[in-house]
């Protein structure tokens, strides 16, 4: 039970009118005069205001007694999907289901729920029987071509996205999973009948004009990519992959500054994005403005020190900025990490062949061409 001194707490920092709903809505329930809708809508309100606790526990209340009807029920399960307690949501759905087996909703939303944890083999199960229960319905197909495409089973799942097509032949979701399919079996005209397909049934899809765009880019249509990739972002504002997919094609149409504005964009939304780190960096390496490519360049290594693209341009920066002994630090921890990159054994050249060491500046262009042919050198190396 809600106590009437935590009134003015669950209602702080809402609007004046939801707080109003709150209170009346909590003195019916502390007089027990409210209805099982209300109390529904109080939980949902204890949710919404991040008083978390007390909202599942009335919802799970709710849920054990005999109060609701399988709509209430379904809200129920809906709310608690949205918090993320999808175990108490699928409990809800076995309620459901043993209310009604012949219904395929209940089911669907199961192995919906199921896949979203990760148990894929459960969430197939929960799919096929959804199907078994309601099979012109694409979307019960297209979720399980969800599942076995997460499970790695692309044949399987290209079949059922066929199969929502051929039953709803304007399902723009299936129409984008198949043309991704599609991609990865290399069939790039194919994949992009497919996306134009996604796009022209349902415009309104960023994550459609995203594929296309991308599908663009790999053809080497990249004004094309870019017309996508906008298209998406009126849509999807906030989308990382949107901005970071829009900033690369950009870049490699050498339109700098308009790619830099994109990368920030990603900042703005993931301070801490290392791929728009890395390539914020890269772009102020390529203007020549080495101090402030330096700073993000060394923000990406912090958050990746591994990556050994990122430790070299790092390197790079400190080579520009005439600190050799950084540089030298960067490129041997390049070294150690991947033996095989040979662009930094001609980097390691360039350095000794500043301080005119030109023993040790020899013995690193030899040890790049060998590299870079992907030879093995033999003989004694320089010592460091």
Known sequence: MLRWDRLFDIAKGEGGEESRDIIRLTKKFESGEALPEER?????????????????????????????????????????????????????????????????????????????????????????????????????????????????????AEEQYRKAIEIDPTHSKSYTNLGYILDLQGKRESALLQFRKAVQHNPKSAEAHFNLGALYGEEGDRGQAIKEFRIGLEIDAASVDGHYNLGLALMNEGRLNDAEEEFKRILKIEHDNVNALFYLGLLYYRKVVYAKALKHLQQASRLNPGNTTILYYVGECFNKLEQPAKALEFYKKVTEINPADSKVYFSLGVIYEKQDDKRKASEYYKLAALKSHGETPGGTMVPE
């Open 40 to 156: 529904l809508e109080l939980a949902e309100h204890l949710l919404k205001g991040r008083n978390l606790k007390k909202g599942e526990k009335m919802l799970m209340e709710l849920m054990a007694s005999d109060d609701l009807d399988e709509r209430l029920l379904e809200e129920a399960c809906e709310l608690l999907e949205q918090v993320g307690r999808y175990e108490l949501a699928l409990e809800g759905y076995h309620k459901i289901r043993s209310i009604d087996p012949r219904r395929a909703l209940p089911v669907y939303r199961m192995g919906r729920l199921l896949e979203m944890q990760g148990k894929l083999e459960e969430a197939i199960l929960h799919h096929k029987q959804a199907i078994a229960l309601e099979s012109d319905n694409p979307e019960c197909y297209y979720r399980l071509g969800v599942s076995f495409m997460k499970n790695h089973q692309y044949e399987e």
